[in-house]
């Protein structure tokens, strides 16, 4: 089975970070599964003090580009090393900044989505995907990656029921492992 990295649905706005734009490199360098040559650390502004954040394993964001503690680091070196590599961040709080977490650029791609039994449509006057309704994906899934996003919506993170068992058991706080049923049914 193939699991989805999403914010938790009831995870508060407030406690979601914003992508600096302005001074970070272009977020979607970090969605094209190739490694990024950092000569500037990318930030992400929160609007909650640096005790809120130090509860959370993984940090939600607006760029929905993984952000991670050293915790999660951990998991993710010891199954999926192969799969990502971590880059550190500026992660800026409302009273300070938090230096012990890491941005996973993901570097594994495969077409694991089923477009023939799934409901998708497009942005409009292009073949993008723009969103689905209904999710399959192939019984293929991602094949010997544990970590990885889909050629043809990248947008998606896509996680190994292996991994997705070890994170599980990590008992990780600002993370939603989900099957396609759980969010599309």
Do not use: H
Not at 19 to 31: K, N, V, W
Not at 109 to 132: E, H, M, Q, R
């Amino acid at each position: 089975m193939i699991y989805i990295w999403r914010i938790p649905n009831n995870f508060p706005n407030v406690k979601i970070g914003t992508y600096d734009r302005d001074i970070s490199p272009d977020r979607f360098l970090f969605t094209k599964g190739i490694r990024a040559n950092m000569t500037i650390k990318p930030t992400i502004k929160f609007s909650v003090k640096m005790s809120e954040i130090n509860e959370l394993d993984v940090l939600p964001n607006d760029a929905l580009l993984p952000i991670v503690n050293d915790k999660t680091l951990d998991i993710l070196n010891k199954f999926a090393n192969q799969d990502f590599e971590s880059i550190p961040v500026n992660i800026s709080a409302l009273d300070g900044n938090v230096s012990s977490y890491s941005l996973i650029n993901i570097l594994s791609k495969v077409n694991a989505l089923d477009l023939n039994n799934s409901t998708y449509n497009y942005v409009p006057g292009t073949k993008a995907i723009l969103g689905f309704s209904k999710l399959k994906f192939l019984v293929k899934g991602i094949g010997y990656y544990n970590l990885s996003r889909d050629v043809d919506f990248f947008p998606f993170i896509l996680v190994s029921s292996m991994l997705q068992k070890e994170l599980i058991l990590g008992n990780l706080n600002g993370i939603w492992l989900a099957s396609p049923e759980e969010i599309f049914d």
